[in-house]
């Protein structure tokens, strides 16, 4: 299974790319994760290859062939989107972050994103996950909401997901994570 993970700085996708390399090892099978900053720091996009099964022999996903594309931000969904393979999985956090060009005036946010992501495959997912993280008792949490709803789409196991979290996750915020795990693979079952 290949997941192509895509956010901006400080929305989590390092912290989510963890949780699915444990929950591998978890299950057994061999995982490569390999991370892309590109001025992470200033909102930049951030982009992570999650490469599950038996066996990985390379680190890159290729373009065109990740069965999901789990997007932190409507806008780096349509950015990643080529990643995707036809009959793959888009996963969408409502969040808009508006990136510099926009800030400043020189272009505008582009109003049907997922309209767009519609045309890379038929099943594309949106889902307010900083509501969800919210509701669960955490306010940075979205990272992790994202991961359970993916993961409820996906069927993977929940245990292994759960012991996978709580190893990755620090100490103290160990909790916070558990509930929104729970609360995106709940709102991923609906």
Do not use: W
Not at 78 to 93: D, F, Q, S, T
């Amino acid at each position: 299974m290949d997941i192509f993970i895509a956010g901006v700085g400080g929305q989590g996708t390092l912290f989510a790319s963890k949780i699915l390399g444990k929950y591998a090892a978890e299950t057994g099978l061999d995982c490569t994760l390999s991370e892309v900053h590109g001025m992470a720091q200033r909102g930049g996009s951030v982009v992570t290859h999650v490469r599950i099964a038996e066996k990985v022999f390379s680190p890159v996903i290729s373009e065109g062939a990740a069965d999901v594309l789990l997007a932190f931000e409507r806008l780096e969904a349509m950015r990643y989107a080529h990643m995707l393979k036809k009959e793959g999985l888009i996963v969408v956090n409502a969040e808009r972050i508006d990136p510099m060009t926009v800030t400043i005036g020189a272009a505008k946010y582009p109003e049907s994103c997922v309209d767009t992501l519609r045309k890379y495959s038929r099943e594309v997912y949106e889902l307010p996950a900083a509501k969800i993280s919210a509701e669960a008792g955490g306010s940075k949490t979205v990272n992790t909401v994202m991961v359970g709803y993916m993961a409820a789409k996906l069927r993977l196991d929940l245990e292994k997901l759960k012991t996978a979290v709580a190893a990755v996750a620090p100490h103290k915020f160990a909790g916070d994570n558990l509930k929104s795990l729970l609360a995106g693979y709940e709102a991923g079952n609906k």
